[in-house]
Each structure stands twice: as structure tokens, then as C-alpha cells.
């Protein structure tokens, strides 16, 4: 049988989650101690008791969904997400504003939506309409919608390209074409 000590263990675990299940599940005491000289002498060293100690739960479950948990309605577990990264504020220049994901609910497929009469706006009786959660990154907005119990499908960001452009185009010559300068 394996026996390591819990110092050992602390540091298997703290390095991936993966080496705690490679981990045995029983510890070996063992009363006798080899390490000291009269251990060959003393009636125990002869005969050491052993005994085999379970340090994982008895019954090992799988932990529970947050939605068990959350006091949540059974259909907002049905509910589709989308993970996305949003876009810049076209009000604002900065480019390094949209760091965050953002979880969204899609608009229910029932059609809960109506247009006000008097001001022509869209009105919904959907509560999660205007939910919007960020994240910090894509795997975290990932865990908490599987952990919720949430249908999800991530939209990648895309990416404006630009062109390397220099200063002196402006000025090449193009066969047929004049440029019309005017100072006024």
C-alpha cells in the first residue's frame, strides 16, 4: 500500500486538481517506529499494528448543480445563453475597454415581446431580459453557465484588421488618374 504524508498530499493538490484523484484513498499508520534504535528490541517493534484509515467521505457524490442550489425556477435551467465579448463604445476611442465576456439570455422563443402603444416601444415579460453578467475571461463565463445548468454557445470576437498604409501612397503616381487639388 502507498503511504504518503499530508505534506506530500498538500502539494500534489496544489498543483492541478487532477493529481487529487490519483491520490490513494487510504492513509497507513503504523505504530511501530523504524527509525529509532531500540525499535529492534522493544516486544511492539516485532509485531507493529497496522491500521488503515479513510480519509475520503464514505458515500462520494457528485456535487450539487447550482441550480439545485439557487431556489431558481425549473425553466430558467432551459434558458440558452450567449457568451460573448462586446463591443467597443462607439462614443469612446479606447480600445482596451472590452476586456471582459458578457453572459446574455437570447430572447425567448414564445415570442414574450409586445409593442407599447403609446410610445412604441418594445416591452417584455421576460425577467432575465435585462440580466447581463461579466466576466473576466471566456472560461470563467464558460464554468458558471455549465455550473448553473444554462445552454450556452460562445461567439468569438472578431477583430478589426488594418491595413499597414504609409504616408507617401498619397503621392504615387497612378496612370489616368490626376488628382484635382484646390487650395480654396
Partial sequence: MLSITSTQRLALLARTPAAAARLPA???????????????????????????????????????????????????SKRTVRIFRPSNNPMQSGKNANLKWRIDFDALEKGDRWSNPLMGWQSTADPMAPVRLDFASKEDAVHF?????????????????????????????????????HTK
Fill in 145 to 181: 453557465a455549465e455550473k448553473q445548468g444554462w445552454n450556452h454557445f460562445v461567439q468569438e470576437p472578431h477583430f478589426r484588421v488594418i491595413k499597414p498604409k504609409s504616408y507617401k501612397n498619397n503621392f504615387v503616381y497612378r496612370a489616368g488618374k490626376i488628382p484635382m487639388v
Fill in 26 to 76: 487510504l492513509r497507513h499508520l503504523t505504530t511501530a517506529n523504524p527509525s529509532s534504535p531500540d525499535s529492534a528490541t522493544s516486544p511492539s517493534a516485532s509485531a507493529p499494528t497496522s491500521v488503515a484509515v479513510d480519509v475520503h467521505p464514505a458515500h462520494q457524490q457528485e456535487p450539487l448543480p447550482a441550480e439545485v442550489l439557487s431556489g431558481a425556477p425549473p425553466s430558467l
